[in-house]
């Protein structure tokens, strides 16, 4: 699939960075430390229900993600697009997926801590309607079962501590955008509702119980996480919104912030619980009066909740613009469940810390063996910052623990615009024979940022059960000089987060979510039309 060079909004055209001439042995790994959310949760866990006994569920992930924002491109795209229509405004006032018949149904996680696992869903569902791909109902229950319940030796669940979030030792755990990504882009899901349907029951009864055989309906492409913590960057959410669809996103919840009359939240004490939701659309004129207390500013996100139609406006609320507790803005895109017919990894616990070769370049690479006649057609990894150029190689028939020996076989080269989990399918396929052994290498370029490749590690409290063996997972500076991962100091059970996808029958490239692949390509923003939805209040 080609894959044009054009301005996205969220990409802009980078010169490439030259590469360090130092070596990774002269270099060692420069690890970021976990962030304080995360040891802040795991010294001491929040309170897990509001005085209502709604369920909430946020549980969060050792990433540091204060380098997280909006491309820089995104300004300039705004500016031009502004400039075009003459100075008139990019966006509508108002704006709801929901006149668009871009969202699923409201749900009900009760009485459950599995919010995360509805606000990332939602937001999957919602793309694939945006984009006019079909109506899908994917099972919240399957996933928040894998992600506490090993499916296979090879793909292991997330630590499991006291249920936080009620009674339950599974469903009670909580969770975070960054799990829904691993699990499903580990290719656990997405699952049918109706395969797996929601039990809104305690106990839950054991014929509901998830199994590894369980088909998936679709799987995950892409994960365009927006920006870290704080005030939502309002354009690049609302841009988000009418380009993709809804984006989930985290709010700390009290319910003394919550009007029942209004259905409006601002949380100005900024005490409570972590909770996820799903920002669905806006409403720039929603009066700053409307609030418990006062946000200094009208206007509000239209916010879809996972407490049922019996809560809030037919479960919706409004999120003042000023809200200071939000953060993870995410949005999750998917592909067809057939694109690939084998999925080749080692990250099955996905992005757990970055690492870095001591400038904004890194390179690294797995090796993995063919276990079959296939062909190779897609990588997949993160990306820590945005604005990230990349180069992919592919070699096969290469030594054993040496990823840049072989023969090159595939090269391509492009630049990424948000940060978060991107699937990159490659210029030129390789075809492979069973038992042969290939290696897929990535340099990356962060712009600004020092620790450039995502990697699964072990992590007391998240990830105990990563696992990683010697002559799979390589980092480098200059792509030239290989170290094993393992054999870094407290990396010995870490790998790169880095998958490959191959098909067995092959007929030029599996069938993509319309095309996008979160790298630069021509995507068109105009004509914003308003959607005219006004509050039934």
């Known amino acids: 699939m080609k894959i044009l060079r054009s301005a996205l909004l969220f990409c802009a055209a980078l010169f490439s960075v030259l590469l360090p001439s130092f070596s990774l042995e002269a270099s060692p790994v420069v690890t970021r430390s976990a962030g304080d959310e995360f040891a802040r949760f795991r010294e001491n866990p929040p309170a897990v229900r509001n005085v209502t006994d709604r369920p909430l569920g946020w549980r969060p992930s050792p990433l540091d993600l204060s380098q997280v924002r909006p491309s820089a491109a995104l300004r300039r795209e705004l500016d031009i697009l502004a400039a075009g229509a003459g100075g008139a405004p990019v966006f509508p006032r108002t704006f709801d997926l929901r006149e668009l018949g871009a969202l699923p149904p409201v749900r009900d996680q009760d009485p459950y801590g599995t919010c995360w696992a509805f606000a990332s869903l939602a937001s999957l569902e919602s793309t694939f309607l945006k984009a006019g791909k079909g109506a899908f109902d994917f099972s919240e229950w399957h996933l928040a079962y894998f992600a506490y319940v090993d499916e296979g030796s090879s793909l292991p669940a997330?630590?499991?501590?006291?249920?936080?979030?009620?009674?339950?030792p599974i469903f009670d755990q909580g969770g975070s955008v960054f799990q829904a990504a691993a699990l499903l882009a580990r290719w656990t899901g997405a699952v049918a509702e109706s395969t797996r349907p929601y039990q809104n029951v305690s106990p839950w009864p054991e014929s509901s119980r998830p199994s590894a055989s369980d088909r998936a309906a679709k799987r995950l492409e892409n994960v365009f996480l927006i920006q870290g913590e704080g005030l939502l960057d309002e354009e690049a959410v609302k841009y988000a919104l009418m380009r993709w669809g809804?984006?989930?996103?985290?709010?700390?919840?009290?319910?003394?912030?919550?009007?029942?009359?209004?259905?409006?939240?601002?949380?100005?004490p900024e005490t409570g619980g972590g909770h996820i939701v799903t920002i669905v659309g806006w409403d720039d004129d929603f009066p700053a009066g409307n609030f418990v207390a006062d946000p200094g500013r009208d206007g509000a996100w239209i916010v879809r909740n996972s407490w049922g139609t019996g809560w809030g406006e037919e479960g919706y609320f409004y999120l003042s613009y000023a809200?200071?507790?939000l953060g993870y803005p995410a949005v999750f895109l998917g592909g067809d469940n057939n694109a690939f017919d084998r999925i080749y990894q080692y990250d099955p616990l996905g992005w757990v810390n970055?690492?870095?070769?001591?400038?904004?370049?890194?390179?690294?690479?797995?090796?993995?063996?063919?276990?079959?006649?296939?062909?190779?057609e897609a990588v997949s990894f993160y990306v820590p910052a945005p604005d990230a150029s990349f180069r992919v190689e592919v070699r096969t028939g290469g030594a054993e623990g040496e990823p840049g020996s072989g023969e090159l076989v595939?090269?391509?080269?492009?630049?990424?615009?948000?940060?978060?989990?991107?699937?990159?399918?490659?210029?030129?396929?390789?075809p492979l024979s069973g038992g042969e052994r290939f290696s897929v290498a990535v340099r990356v370029t962060t712009p600004g940022f020092l620790n450039p490749v995502a990697v699964e590690s072990r992590e007391a409290?998240?990830?105990?059960?990563?696992?990683?063996?010697?002559?799979?997972s390589f980092i480098s500076a200059d792509g030239v000089s290989w170290t094993d991962l393992t054999t870094q100091s407290g990396h010995e059970k870490s790998n790169v987060c880095l998958k490959a996808f191959t098909s067995v029958s092959s007929s030029g490239g599996g069938c993509s979510f319309g095309g996008e692949s979160g790298v630069s390509g021509l995507l068109l923003l105009l004509p914003l039309v308003p959607v005219l939805w006004r509050r039934r209040k």
């Open 158 to 168: 997330f630590t499991a501590i006291a249920p936080g979030f009620g009674s339950d």
């Open 323 to 325: 809200e200071p507790t």
């Open 461 to 472: 409290g998240y990830t105990e059960k990563a696992d990683a063996e010697p002559g799979q």
């Open 354 to 376: 970055n690492i870095g070769a001591g400038g904004e370049t890194a390179w690294f690479a797995n090796i993995f063996e063919s276990r079959g006649n296939e062909t190779l």
């Open 410 to 430: 595939s090269v391509m080269e492009d630049i990424l615009g948000p940060s978060g989990y991107h699937t990159v399918r490659l210029t030129r396929n390789v």
């Open 246 to 268: 809804a984006v989930s996103v985290r709010v700390v919840w009290d319910d003394g912030a919550y009007s029942g009359e209004d259905f409006s939240y601002y949380n100005v």
